[in-house]
């Protein structure tokens, strides 16, 4: 299984940005899709999850800010942020369960700058 993820960038604060994600290389739907983020010197976290019967699930930080979205039968995976924040920076990278393992994708990089 391959994720790749696209759409990160610099934008100012306050900005919107839409991240996604592609899955190749399964042959079925893809149970659990999630976003971690990673900034400077900080460890991975979760930033947005979603199951494919539509369940999610969001951190304080992003709730209200943040929408994932799924299209189950093509496995991919986007992320729309709003009104950024600077603590927004870091490392967008896309997860999934599938098949009883974990994979991750390659990372994307957004920066807010105020």
């Known amino acids: 299984v391959q994720l790749q993820a696209s759409g990160g960038g610099l934008v100012q604060v306050g900005d919107s940005l839409k991240l996604s994600c592609a899955a190749s290389g399964v042959d079925s739907v893809i149970e659990y899709m999630a976003w971690y983020r990673q900034g400077p010197g900080k460890q991975r976290d979760l930033v947005a999850s979603m199951y494919s019967y539509g369940a999610t699930n969001y951190p304080d930080s992003v709730k209200g800010r943040f929408t994932i979205s799924r299209d189950v039968a093509k496995n991919t995976v986007s992320l729309e942020m709003n009104s950024l924040k600077q603590d927004d920076t870091g490392v967008y990278y896309c997860?999934?369960?599938?098949?009883?393992?974990?994979?991750w994708g390659q990372g994307t990089l957004v920066t807010v700058s105020s």
């Open positions: 997860n999934a369960h599938y098949g009883h393992k974990n994979y």
